[in-house]
């Protein structure tokens, strides 16, 4: 198995009739681009960059991000790097940013709402990024959005920021596509609003799963409750591909339901354009990929969404449609 994985390292993914889709991975820092380049990777879909702020002392400067975000941007060589402003709040603290004791952290005060409170070291995260642009095909991506309100004032503080270097001279690529996470549920059922304004959705299952099922993700004892598999989030997923293509955008998941053997026949089956995993996961869904027909899997995923009652029925359906 290991011997197939590796001929596939620089093979593009195929489904078996014949369609393209993107595999990409989840990173963390400069250093994971080893593994991503080793595994195959068709790009970055998610640059967790909140590390670069979890591994200082103090805020990172606009220098040390620049040289952070142009070493993937160059490592990846014009292929896309999906970078995400910083997610912190939630379970990731910060020693030198001191927030209030929350009763509800996960529903408080974190990525985004801290970027647009914060205004001035979200700038200098987004200049940044603006300069690191010249060096390869980046995306930006915005955490916990919840409101057009939130896209659009952190939109509108992307554009200033833009504009403001342009002026200085600073060579800026004309091409930077921006976006959004969909991992709260107000977000998923408006997508098709906030399909007209974003470049592109990435599906963040992590929290999307967590927040719909009311089941915290670090907590043991309502673990039963979180399921990828339950019909309702399968329908949410459905909801905003639907939307993102209606209105011609691409829509990803870089959530870890994206490289889950079980989940990808039907996200396939759903029309998910781009899946971001961690690197190693990468070569085996391009092996399950190369084995599964769209079509097919379409009328999987119909079935799945229409039909099915529970996340049990969901996963029989799977294996009866993915049997050899
Ligand atoms: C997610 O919520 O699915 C996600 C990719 O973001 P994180 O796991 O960093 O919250
Ligand atoms: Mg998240």
Not at 114 to 130: K, N, P, V, W, Y
Not at 224 to 244: E, G, M, T
């Amino acid at each position: 198995q290991k011997a197939e994985w590796e001929k596939l390292v620089h093979a593009e993914t195929i489904t078996a009739d014949g369609k393209h889709l993107e595999l990409a991975a989840n990173i963390g820092t400069p250093k994971d681009l080893e593994g991503v380049i080793k595994n195959g990777g068709e790009g970055v879909g998610l640059y967790r960059t909140e590390f670069l702020y979890m591994d200082a002392s103090d805020f990172p400067s606009e220098e040390d991000q620049f040289n952070a975000y142009k070493a993937v941007l160059e490592g990846m060589a014009g292929k896309p790097v999906v970078v995400r402003t910083m997610d912190i709040g939630g379970d990731k603290e910060l020693p030198y940013l001191k927030l209030p004791h929350e009763m509800n952290p996960f529903l408080g005060y974190r990525a985004i709402r801290i970027s647009l409170a914060e205004d001035g070291m979200f700038r200098t995260q987004l200049r940044a990024l603006l300069r690191a642009s010249a060096y390869g095909n980046l995306r930006i991506m915005f955490p916990m959005i919840a409101t057009l309100q939130d896209f659009r004032s952190a939109k509108a503080i992307f554009d200033e920021e833009k504009a403001k270097l342009i002026a200085e001279g600073v060579n800026v690529s004309d091409d930077i596509q921006v976006g959004i996470m969909i991992e709260i549920p107000a977000a998923a059922v408006l997508a098709d609003r906030f399909a007209k304004e974003v470049d592109f959705f990435s599906i963040g299952t992590n929290d999307l799963i967590q927040y719909t099922m009311a089941a915290d993700r670090m907590n043991e004892r309502v673990s039963y409750l979180y399921q990828p598999y339950n019909p309702s989030i399968l329908r949410l997923i459905k909801n905003v591909i639907d939307a993102a293509h209606a209105e011609g955008k691409w829509a990803g998941m870089c959530g870890e339901m994206a490289g889950d053997q079980t989940a990808v026949p039907l996200l396939m089956g759903l029309g998910l354009d781009e899946f971001s995993m961690s690197a190693t996961s990468i070569l085996r869904t391009r092996s399950l990929m190369k084995r599964l027909d769209t079509t097919k899997m379409a009328e999987l995923a119909e079935k799945a969404v229409t039909e099915c009652d529970t996340a049990e029925e969901v996963v029989a359906l799977v294996e009866e449609y993915t049997a050899e």
